[in-house]
T-cell receptor, first 114, second 114 residues
Framework: AQTVTQSQPEMSVQEAETVTLSCTYDTSENNYYLFWYKQPPSRQMILVIRQEAYKQQNATENRFSVNFQKAAKSFSLKISDSQLGDTAMYFCAFTGAGSYQLTFGKGTKLSVIP | DADVTQTPRNRITKTGKRIMLECSQTKGHDRMYWYRQDPGLGLRLIYYSFDVKDINKGEISDGYSVSRQAQAKFSLSLESAIPNQTALYFC?????????????FGPGTRLTVL
């Protein structure tokens, strides 16, 4: 079974600074997909970024980028130029290629401080 | 308008009552999912449906049932609600033609069982 671990229950960052959220996973599959979702106080689950395991290039979406280390089974999220609206819970999630099931980590609560 | 909608957004009910949570989507996706979110546990899959005639149990289906009335509608029922079913419930959809099978979430329903 796959597991996803987010080792930082809470983090804070000053506005305009950069922060990195950690995520590690365990799987025996060779092809899979990884995601970061954001859940602001409104509780909506919003897709932030996604990565295919067989792609070497790290995904980037505006101020959000990932550092995908397949051998280390690590998938960290970097938020640059942090904004107050980035305050949210962030969930890392995994799914095997051809699978239906998303496995989520327990989340990291990020607070952006003015 | 939101692509994935859930009704009601909040519900308080009593132990033993039957309750239905509804999900509708305009994304045209074949796949639909129901998750529950508990504090500190992330999201866990209750049921999923790949099309109107294909419904499957997820990780935590006991105490729940579902109905896929149409491609766009997927309902979750609690036949006899109990307090430990108090949680945040999410509906999600995905498109099997999406290489990453990315799941998109509705706004959630907060259910409280007294």
């Amino acid at each position: 079974a796959q597991t996803v671990t987010q080792s930082q229950p809470e983090m804070s960052v000053q506005e305009a600074e950069t922060v990195t959220l950690s995520c590690t996973y365990d799987t025996s599959e060779n092809n899979y997909y990884l995601f970061w979702y954001k859940q602001p106080p409104s509780r909506q689950m919003i897709l932030v970024i996604r990565q295919e395991a067989y792609k070497q290039q790290n995904a980037t979406e505006n101020r959000f980028s990932v550092n995908f280390q397949k051998a280390a089974k690590s998938f960290s999220l970097k938020i640059s130029d942090s904004q107050l609206g980035d305050t949210a819970m962030y969930f890392c999630a995994f799914t095997g290629a051809g699978s239906y099931q998303l496995t989520f980590g327990k989340g990291t609560k990020l607070s952006v401080i003015p | 308008d939101a692509d994935v909608t859930q009704t009601p957004r909040n519900r308080i009910t009593k132990t033993g009552k039957r309750i239905m949570l509804e999900c509708s989507q305009t994304k045209g996706h074949d796949r639909m999912y129901w998750y529950r979110q508990d504090p500190g546990l992330g999201l866990r899959l209750i049921y999923y449906s790949f099309d109107v005639k294909d419904i499957n149990k997820g990780e935590i289906s006991d105490g729940y049932s579902v109905s896929r009335q149409a491609q766009a509608k997927f309902s979750l029922s609690l036949e006899s609600a109990i307090p430990n079913q108090t949680a945040l419930y999410f509906c999600a959809t995905s498109d099997p033609l999406d290489a990453l099978d990315t799941q998109y979430f509705g706004p959630g329903t907060r259910l409280t069982v007294l």
